[in-house]
C-alpha cells in the first residue's frame, strides 16, 4: 500500500510552467501503476496522465498531450507532471492516484482501478 501525496502547485501566469510532484510511502511502489487526475469547480474529475510501473509507458489526456510530461523515480518513490504552456482551463485541484498490483499495458492507465488517491494540490492559471 501507498499514501500519496502532493506538492508543487501554486499561481502561474498563462504561457508559464509547474512541476507538480507526489511522494508515496510504502515499501511495493514499483509495483503501482500511476495516474494524475484534475478537478476544476462544478466539472467532473478528469483524467491528466498516466504511466506504468517502469515509467517508460505514458498516457495522456488530449487536453495535456504535447504540453505536460509525466515521469516516475521509483528510487525516491516519487512521480512528477511537468507542466508548461500552461492554460487558464488547467486551474484546478490536481491530484496523484496509485493503482496496486495493476499496470498499463491491457487498457492503458485510463482505465485503470485507482486505490490510493491524494489529498490534491491547487494549479492556478492566471493574468
Known amino acids: 500500500q501507498v499514501q500519496p501525496v502532493e506538492s508543487g502547485g501554486g499561481l502561474v501566469q498563462p504561457g508559464g510552467s509547474l512541476r507538480l510532484s507526489c511522494a508515496a510511502s510504502g515499501g511495493t511502489f514499483r509495483r503501482h501503476a500511476l495516474g494524475w487526475f484534475r478537478q476544476a469547480p462544478g466539472k467532473e474529475r478528469e483524467f491528466v496522465s498516466g504511466?506504468?510501473?517502469?515509467?517508460?509507458?505514458?498516457w495522456y489526456g488530449d487536453s495535456v498531450k504535447g504540453r505536460f510530461t509525466i515521469s516516475r523515480d521509483n528510487a525516491k518513490n516519487t512521480v512528477y507532471l511537468q507542466m508548461n504552456w500552461l492554460k487558464p482551463e488547467d486551474t484546478a485541484v490536481y491530484y496523484c492516484a496509485a493503482s496496486a498490483g495493476r499496470d498499463c499495458s491491457d487498457y492503458g492507465c485510463y482505465g485503470l482501478l485507482y486505490d490510493y488517491w491524494g489529498q490534491g494540490t491547487q494549479v492556478t492559471v492566471s493574468s
Open positions: 504511466t506504468g510501473w517502469s515509467g517508460e509507458s505514458t
